[in-house]
């Protein structure tokens, strides 16, 4: 059976970690809180949609979907004027759609087909944290993430069920044995939600009667309507008026991309970190990433590195940077073709999150070694011959070292 790591980061949502890369899919902070203040909340969605009633998302490394969960999560929270708190300050959206009829179109790519298919299925939310982690298994073997999640994060964010219902639909068809196998498994079933299982038998069974199976309904129908009285009902009424169309690629991000014909609004790049991914960090990569964006659109990721700054202002970028304000940090990193992005800020968000410029601190670490970016020309190179080709770049490099940069600029 396909095997994975999930465990309980501190805002209560699943994250991840990768044997295989040595890094973390999520923030043991918190996976849904990362999501919402790295991805989400930058984008200013609010004021998007009212101006805008067609959305293009392209989420690149959708791993278990938390950037495109908590987008629609967002959209939906603002579209039914939903009441938030955020540091315990309680805002309403506030927004006169006048009935507009909104289209969101999601694409999303990863390599991993069992994770994205397992998507819909996880748990949103455990309270029970410690309890949960200490039945881990490997957690109990990690001290590098165990002793992460010391961190204490606030759950400020919650996921609609609905979210995990919108996806479901889009992808039920292609679940197969291995996944169900999954599901039931006694490893992984704490991770899961059984009301989101019962809705994929239902879904199962309305092909199951089309083509001509009629048993199981009244069982089928009763989980559909303990299901659904769970959910928020006017959501779900929006929900069907929602023109949302979902498309999975599993395969490189960089070969689906070559062939993408699609303008976004927004893109989510959250690949393993630089030097466990190269290959979604080159300036080529970003290049074709230029193209692929809307020029009122946004690129967000989580990394601040100066290289990945670099190569994104070699790319012909604006590039902005990503502050947290209760943690008095930048936490993540914009780019845009139209710079007066960087510096708007809505009046709910601006209380969590703001967006700078890069600062003349910023600019001159990279153009230090640190900024030296990946290259892949032909977009097909894999990862170790990307990082052996630049730190042959580094060490050829007549460009001074970022620690003899940062010692200068103190002693200024
Ligand atoms: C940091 S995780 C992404 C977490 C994800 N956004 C989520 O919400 O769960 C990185 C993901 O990148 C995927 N990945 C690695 N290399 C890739 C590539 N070349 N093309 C597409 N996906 C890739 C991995 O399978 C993994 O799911």
Redesign the pocket.
């Known amino acids: 059976m396909y095997e994975f790591y999930p465990y309980y980061t501190n805002d209560g949502s699943v994250g991840?970690f990768?044997p295989e890369a040595d890094?973390?899919?999520?923030s043991t902070y918190g996976?849904l809180t990362e999501?919402y203040q790295k991805f989400v909340l930058p984008l200013n969605l609010k004021k998007f949609i009212e101006t805008n009633s067609e959305i293009k998302i392209l989420?690149?490394?959708?791993?278990?979907?938390?950037?495109t969960k908590s987008f629609l999560n967002n959209f939906i929270e603002i579209i039914n004027n939903d009441t938030i708190y955020t540091n315990n300050i309680k805002y309403n959206y506030k927004i006169d759609t006048n009935n507009k009829k909104y289209k969101i179109f999601v694409h999303a790519?990863?390599?991993?087909k069992n994770?994205a298919l397992l998507s819909p299925f996880f748990k949103s939310f455990s309270k029970n944290i410690s309890k949960e982690n200490s039945k881990s298994e490997f957690l109990n073997h990690n001290e590098k993430i165990k002793h992460l999640l010391k961190e204490k994060a606030a759950a400020n964010f919650s996921l609609k069920k609905e979210v995990n219902i919108l996806l479901l639909e889009k992808i039920y068809k292609k679940i197969d044995k291995s996944i169900l196998e999954i599901l039931k498994s006694k490893q992984y079933k704490r991770f899961f939600d059984n009301g989101v299982i019962d809705f994929y038998g239902y879904l199962k069974y309305l092909d199951d009667r089309n083509q001509g199976y009629k048993n199981k309904l009244a069982f089928l129908h009763n989980i559909y309507y303990k299901y659904i009285s769970f959910c928020n009902k006017n959501a779900l009424k929006y929900l069907k008026s929602l023109d949302f169309n979902f498309k999975l690629s599993i395969?490189?991000?960089?070969k689906i991309l070559k062939s993408d014909n699609n303008v976004y609004n927004f893109i989510?790049l959250?690949?393993?970190t630089p030097n466990k991914?190269p290959?979604?960090w080159t300036i080529d990569f970003f290049k074709l990433l230029y193209n692929l964006l809307d020029d009122n659109g946004m690129i967000l990721t989580y990394s601040t590195s100066a290289l990945v700054r670099n190569t994104f202002l070699n790319a012909g970028f604006n590039v902005g940077k990503i502050y947290l304000n209760s943690a008095n940090k930048f936490i993540g990193t914009i780019a845009v073709k139209n710079k007066s992005l960087i510096t708007y800020s809505d009046s709910i968000n601006s209380n969590i999150i703001n967006k700078y410029e890069l600062s003349e601190y910023d600019l001159g670490l990279m153009k230090t070694k640190a900024g030296i970016f990946y290259r892949d020309e032909n977009l097909t190179l894999d990862n170790e011959t990307i990082l052996n080709a630049h730190k042959k770049d580094v060490d050829n490099s007549n460009l001074i070292s970022s620690s003899k940069y940062i010692k200068m600029f103190k002693d200024k």
Not at 23 to 26: E, N, S
Not at 59 to 67: L, S, V
Not at 109 to 112: F, G, M, S
């Open positions: 991840l990768s890094d973390i899919y999520h996976a999501a989420d690149i490394c959708f791993g278990i979907g938390y950037n790519i990863d390599k991993d994770l395969d490189d991000a960089r989510f959250d690949a393993f991914c290959c979604l």
